[in-house]
């Protein structure tokens, strides 16, 4: 005769426990998704309150237009491509997985950083090919906007990646709550910029939320893999 659910609760029963493990963590990442949601709504809302229809709110837009495009496609491909292959390698050897986390950590920030340079040092080009017609004035904030945004793509690359590895060894609230840390720092750096009369004080807080996190998320992964304090980067890793 079966036990009834309620006993293998009592008991501390495997399935009931699980159950509720998941219930709970699925409660903690849809109340950090919904938050982080609400949070970037909130941070649109407050740049459309602060600048409204003008030079510096268009200068954003423009600013954001390509290299956000670019970025995002390029983010794309780590849960696409990287973390695919670190479960394979996790169901290898420790070590083997260790050593491919930080040929990908290496290899995205290796990639950012010439995607930054290149939006640095082509950011006037950029801005007038997303905007031909816009003023002189629109063209010259954007594309000094555009060279703070890049600044963070390092940053920004660096804590998609560690966002991964947690993925992979099923630790999802870490990754969930960057956007909202995120977005309350870009809140206040929109706050800040209002009381200044300045949007590039906005930008540079949401390019510093990037590099406040990057560090932290280092620190949440320090047990999965060790940092190994050399180049290990090479063609062969580049073409897998």
């Known amino acids: 005769m079966k036990p009834a659910p309620d006993a293998l609760s009592a008991a501390g029963g495997r399935p009931t426990s699980v159950l509720a493990k998941l219930v709970g963590v699925g409660a903690i990442a849809l109340g950090l998704t919904v938050l982080a949601k609400g949070l970037a709504f909130g941070r649109d809302v407050a740049l459309s309150v602060v600048f409204g229809a003008d030079v510096a709110t268009d200068a954003f837009f423009v600013a954001n237009m390509i290299p956000g495009i670019l970025w995002a496609a390029f983010l794309a491909t780590i849960n696409v ?15 083997v ?3 491919f986390a930080n040929e990908a950590v290496q290899t995205y920030l290796a990639v950012s950083l010439v995607i930054g340079l290149i939006c640095v040092a082509f950011a006037a080009p950029i801005v007038r090919f997303t905007a031909p017609g816009a003023s002189a004035e629109t063209l010259a904030l954007a594309t000094q906007l555009t060279i ?12 998609a990646i560690q966002n991964s590895l947690q993925q992979a060894h099923g630790r999802f609230i870490g990754p969930l709550a960057v956007p909202v840390v995120n977005n309350i ?7 800040a910029a209002a009381v200044l009369a300045d949007i590039r004080i906005a930008v ?11 560090p932290f998320q280092r620190f949440q992964n320090r047990t999965l893999y060790p940092t190994v304090p050399r180049v290990i980067l090479t063609r062969q890793t580049v073409q897998r």
Request: aromatic content about 10%; proline content about 6%.
């Open 81 to 95: 491509v990287v973390l695919p292959m670190y479960v394979e390698k996790r169901g290898q050897a420790p070590d």
């Open 97 to 99: 997985a260790g050593h």
């Open 148 to 159: 703070i945004m890049a600044v963070g793509f390092p940053f920004s690359g660096y804590v």
């Open 185 to 191: 720092i870009a809140i206040l750096g929109i706050l």
């Open 204 to 214: 540079i807080a949401a390019v510093g939320a990037w590099v406040l996190q990057a």
